[in-house]
């Protein structure tokens, strides 16, 4: 009798259905993990948004696979479907303890919700045929929700009592209370600096991470000055984990600002009124007088006002002794080192004519470009170096970057006064 090649396909199909030869072992749940990826956050999570993946190693010989996603301790809610190997998000050739990849659906309705998942590896050609084995061990992760939104009529503006009430909507939080965070406006918000998996309860000082009672939506608070001029705040998604403590995974508002209503007042004025501005605003006001407070100082050498005029001097007077050297590498206006005029005294003015100073410039784009570039301004915030080798105390906030982001804040403002 002759046997076509495929009654012998036939037959071996039918014996491999039969043996279906016991898997070396079962799956590893990869991804999401409930101990994370050290350092990801919301590795933990899955997401009906994200494709609601689920990642495990392969298990040589296996043909299908048994997703079981469960009720916390209980019983598969979808259905335990049997899915074929050529189901899987497609990648390279499965090997045995190669991650192979499943998008699971079912999982809209547990939003906001832990749930369990685990997978069987099972044998055979068909369905029908397929016998599964060794359960793998089971996974609790939490299904995330669809973002918060924060009402437009929230204030953008600090008051002056300081007291300030955030605002977001509800959200089906099963077992997650919401956690308020709170930010000096230039904290880098990148989610993992702040959601540190050693404590995503604790932001840097001044910073807040508040965790509020369940279905929360609106939180008041009286700002520390140190959160001042500016903060930015959103609201997120944390949950204490029986094996790894608390844990934020998601941020269920974008990041939000809100600033003090006269940022001049608060963050700029201190420094126009510091010593390091004033002495040098001061100098030609007092005739370059030795020993006038603010001023200059009793022991600066004898100059005069054609001293401090650049272009009768060679573009040298003040800068034979306060070379280009003594000046801040940052910035890229040098003008050289020389006193204003007079008529830019910066002694005995009230904010208000300070803040029309910092507006001479002009336009934004102006006066942003002096006040983020001058190197003499910047000498004063960040560098403080004179002719005699020693470097002054700095005027506040005695950085560079810290008061170009003031100035940032107060010309996105639009230069109030
Ligand atoms: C080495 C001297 C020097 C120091 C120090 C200095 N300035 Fe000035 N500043 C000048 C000069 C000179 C001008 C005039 C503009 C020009 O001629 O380019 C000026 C102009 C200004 C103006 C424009 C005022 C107007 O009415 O147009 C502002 C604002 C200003 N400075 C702020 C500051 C602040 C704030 C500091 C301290 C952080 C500071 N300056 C430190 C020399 C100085
Ligand atoms: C002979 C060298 C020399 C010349 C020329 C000179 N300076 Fe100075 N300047 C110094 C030294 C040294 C210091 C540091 C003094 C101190 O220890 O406070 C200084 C400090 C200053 C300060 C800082 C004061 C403060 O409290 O922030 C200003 C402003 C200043 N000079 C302005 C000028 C101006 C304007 C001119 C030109 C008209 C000028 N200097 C020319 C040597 C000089």
Redesign the pocket.
């Known amino acids: 009798m002759r046997v076509s090649s495929a009654g012998v396909f036939c037959i071996l199909l039918v014996l491999v259905a039969w043996i279906s030869p016991a898997l070396a072992t079962a799956p590893t749940p990869v991804r999401p993990l409930t101990n994370g990826i050290p350092g990801v956050p919301g590795s933990d999570a899955i997401s009906p948004g994200d494709g609601a993946m689920v990642s495990f190693t392969h298990v040589a010989g296996a043909t299908f696979y048994r997703i079981c996603l469960a009720d916390p301790g209980g019983a598969c809610f979808n259905g335990n479907p049997l899915v074929s190997v050529n189901q899987r998000v497609q990648g390279p050739p499965l090997t045995q303890g190669l991650t192979i990849s499943f998008i699971v659906t079912g999982l809209e309705a547990r939003i906001g919700q832990s749930i369990d998942w685990r997978v069987r590896a099972c044998t055979g050609q068909t369905a029908t045929t397929a016998q599964c084995q060794e359960l793998s061990e089971n996974q609790t992760v939490i299904v995330l929700l669809p973002p918060a939104v924060i009402p437009e009529n929230v204030s953008q503006i600090i008051p002056v009592n300081q007291s300030v009430t955030f605002q977001w909507t509800n959200h089906p939080l099963a077992n997650a209370p919401p956690q308020l965070i709170v930010l000096p406006d230039w904290t880098n918000t990148r989610l993992q600096p702040i959601f540190t998996s050693a404590n995503p309860t604790t932001v840097v000082a001044p910073g807040l991470s508040i965790a509020l009672q369940p279905n929360t939506t609106s939180h008041t608070i009286t700002l520390s000055d140190a959160l001042k001029p500016a903060i930015k705040w959103a609201v997120a998604n944390c949950r204490n984990y029986p094996n790894k403590g608390r844990r934020c995974s998601q941020l269920l508002t974008p990041w939000k600002k809100m600033r003090v209503a006269n940022i001049f007042m608060f963050q700029l004025a201190f420094t126009f009124n510091e010593?390091?501005c004033?002495?040098?605003h001061a100098?030609?006001a007092t005739n370059?007088q030795i020993g006038a407070?603010?001023?200059?100082?009793a022991?600066?050498?004898a100059?005069?006002?054609t001293?401090?005029n650049q272009s009768t001097q060679n573009n040298q007077?003040?800068?034979?002794?306060?070379t280009d050297a003594l000046l801040p590498t940052l910035g890229n206006i040098n003008p050289g080192?020389?006193?204003p005029p007079a008529s830019m005294d910066f002694r005995g003015k009230s904010i208000g004519q300070l803040c029309q100073m910092a507006r001479a410039p002009g336009s934004p784009s102006a006066v942003f470009r002096h006040l983020m570039n001058d190197k003499l301004i910047l000498w004063?915030v960040g560098d403080?170096r004179?002719?005699?080798g020693?470097t002054?105390s700095l005027a506040s906030p005695s950085s560079i970057e810290e008061w170009r982001h003031a100035v940032v804040l107060w010309i996105e403002a639009g230069m109030p006064c």
Not at 293 to 297: A, F, K, M, S, T
Not at 317 to 322: E, L, N, V
């Open positions: 010593r390091r004033q002495s040098c100098a030609a370059f407070i603010p001023g200059l100082p022991n600066h050498a100059v005069n006002a001293m401090n007077g003040c800068r034979s002794c306060h080192w020389h006193a004063a403080g004179v002719p005699n020693t002054l």
